[in-house]
């Protein structure tokens, strides 16, 4: 190894943990983007930030840890594009709003489909299946407590009872029409799913 390189290691390793977590993140869905979550590994994390693995395992115990604590960085962001969907209270054309809305979700999720992947990952590793069963409830929670002021202005009968429902029925399409826009050959642009979903969710909320 060069003396830079060597160099290049020691500077590396004493950046600490703390400094390095969000390196480890970056790197992590660098690798899910290129090659797929089952290559992200300690070892090719280690390698794409030109580190040894022990400066990895200093950050996070492990491949689910790592994954985990993505999955909530990105969920984050996710969140605030599914409930955003959901129009305020003073507005004027609600139907418009929610195509809107869905429109700014799809486009995300073509522009960053590395971490939409995370989010919808399918994976054997019990830390991270936790994380995402876990990010599932925190979500479902957070978009109820958005979507009933909407259900109280539309007078809907019975809220605590429905509200649960048409919660996961709104998910549902949220959840569907991601990974549509996921599906390299479903051939669907962000605009035009986003006005045939968009005008489905409105009418499937406001039914009731």
Do not use: N
Not at 29 to 43: D, Y
Not at 47 to 68: F, W
């Amino acid at each position: 190894m060069s003396a830079r390189g060597t160099g290049d290691r020691v500077r590396a390793e004493h950046l600490g943990p703390q400094r390095r977590r969000p390196q480890v993140l970056d790197a992590a869905l660098k690798i899910a983007a290129e090659r797929g979550l089952a290559e992200v590994t300690m070892g090719t994390i280690a390698a794409k930030l030109g580190v040894s693995r022990p400066v990895v395992y200093d950050c996070y115990p492990g491949r689910g840890e790592v994954l985990a604590a993505l999955l909530e960085r990105e969920s984050d962001i996710a969140l605030s594009r599914l409930t955003s969907i959901l129009p305020p209270l003073k507005t004027g054309s609600v139907e418009q709003l929610f195509i809107d809305g869905f429109r700014s979700l799809l486009g995300d999720v073509r522009e960053r489909p590395a971490s939409w992947r995370i989010i919808f990952a399918r994976d054997p590793d019990p830390v991270l299946a936790e994380a995402i069963s876990r990010g599932r409830r925190q979500l479902t929670e957070h978009t109820a407590t958005v979507m009933r002021p909407l259900l109280e202005r539309w007078q809907v009968a019975d809220i605590d009872r429905v509200l649960p429902v048409l919660t996961e029925l709104f998910l549902g399409m949220c959840d569907t029409s991601a990974r549509t826009m996921l599906d390299p050959g479903s051939g669907w642009e962000p605009d035009e799913l986003a006005d045939v979903v968009g005008r489905a969710a409105y009418r499937a909320l406001r039914a009731k």
